[in-house]
C-alpha cells in the first residue's frame, strides 16, 4: 500500500479559479476593514487637490495644449501619483509583513496554495484600489476644477501603470528588509515623504536646489509626476522618467527577490 506525501499532494492540486477568487476576496475584505489604509491613498490626495483647487483663482492656460493649465500639467499628476504611491510604498508592504509576522505565509506554503498566491492577490487589490483613487481624484478635479482629461491618454494610462509597478516594486522592497510591520509602515513612511519631497509634493521642484531637482527626476515618484504631467498636455514624455520607472521596476524586484522571506 503507497501514501501519498503531503509535498505531492501540494504539486499535484493546483488551486484552480475558485481558490483564486476566494483569495482576492479575502484580501479586498482587509483592506476594506483597515480604515487608515483605505481612507489615506483616497481621502490624501483629495484633500491635496481640493487644497490646490480652491488656493487658485484663476488658472494659467498653457499655449499649444488644447486649453490646459498648469493645474492640469501639475497638480493633477502629482495628486495620481500620491494615489499610486501611498497604496504601493506604504499599504501594500505593512500587509505582506503582518501575513509574514503572524505565520500565514509559512503555513501557506504547506499546502497546495502556495505564498505566492497572497503576494498575486495583494497586487490585485492594490491595483483595484489604484483604479478606484484615481477614479474619484479625476472625477473630482473634472466636475470640480474643470480639470481637463489627458491629450494623449493612451500614453498617459502607460505612464500610470509603469509608475504604478515602480512603486509597488519599491514596496516590495519594503516588504522584504522590513522585520516587523510596524518597521514596514515606518520605511514606507519615510520612503514615501522623502521622495515626495524630492518629487514636488510640498511645491513646485524649481523651488528646489538643481542638486534635488535632479535626484528627484530621477526617483520614481518625481519621474512619474513629470511623465504624467507632460502625457496629460500632450508634451512629449521624457526618456529620462521613463528610464527612471523601468529602473526602479528592475532594480526593486532584483532586491525584493533576493531578500524577501517567507517566514
Known amino acids: 500500500m503507497t501514501t501519498t506525501a503531503p509535498a505531492d499532494v501540494a504539486r499535484t492540486h493546483r488551486p484552480g479559479p475558485h481558490a483564486w477568487a476566494a483569495l482576492v476576496a479575502a484580501e479586498s475584505r482587509m483592506v476594506v476593514r483597515d480604515t487608515a489604509g483605505l481612507v489615506v491613498p483616497l481621502g490624501l490626495p483629495l484633500l ?5 483647487g480652491i488656493g487658485q483663482a484663476e488658472d494659467e492656460t498653457i ?8 493645474f492640469d500639467l501639475y497638480v493633477l499628476p502629482l495628486v ?9 510604498v506604504v499599504n501594500m508592504p505593512s500587509f505582506l509583513s503582518s501575513y ?11 499546502t497546495p496554495a502556495s505564498p505566492a498566491m497572497v503576494l498575486v492577490a495583494q497586487v490585485v487589490v492594490s491595483a483595484l484600489q489604484t483604479v478606484v483613487g484615481i477614479t474619484l481624484a479625476l472625477v473630482v478635479a473634472t466636475t470640480a476644477f474643470g480639470a481637463h482629461l489627458p491629450a494623449r491618454p493612451w500614453q498617459a494610462l502607460g505612464v500610470l501603470v509603469l ?4 512603486m509597488y516594486a519599491v ?21 514615501f515623504f522623502a521622495f515626495g ?14 542638486a534635488v531637482q535632479t535626484v528627484g527626476e530621477a526617483l520614481p515618484f518625481g519621474a512619474a509626476v513629470q511623465a504624467v504631467g507632460a502625457a496629460w498636455v500632450g508634451r512629449p514624455v521624457e526618456v529620462s522618467h521613463v ?4 529602473a526602479a521596476v528592475v532594480v526593486g524586484g532584483l532586491i525584493s527577490a533576493r531578500n524577501f522571506r517567507w517566514d
Open 243 to 246: 528610464v527612471a520607472l523601468v
Open 163 to 166: 509608475a504604478a509597478a515602480a
Open 80 to 88: 495620481l501619483t500620491i494615489v499610486i504611491a501611498t497604496i504601493g
Open 171 to 191: 514596496g516590495m522592497v519594503v516588504a522584504a528588509v522590513a522585520p516587523t510591520p510596524n518597521s514596514s509602515l515606518a520605511i514606507g513612511l519615510v520612503l
Open 197 to 210: 519631497a524630492t518629487g514636488g509634493m510640498f511645491g513646485g521642484t524649481q523651488n528646489l536646489p538643481a
Open 48 to 52: 491635496i487637490l481640493v487644497m490646490y
Open 100 to 110: 509574514r509576522r503572524s505565520g500565514v505565509l509559512r503555513r501557506l506554503s504547506v
Open 63 to 70: 499655449a499649444g495644449t488644447g486649453g490646459r493649465t498648469v
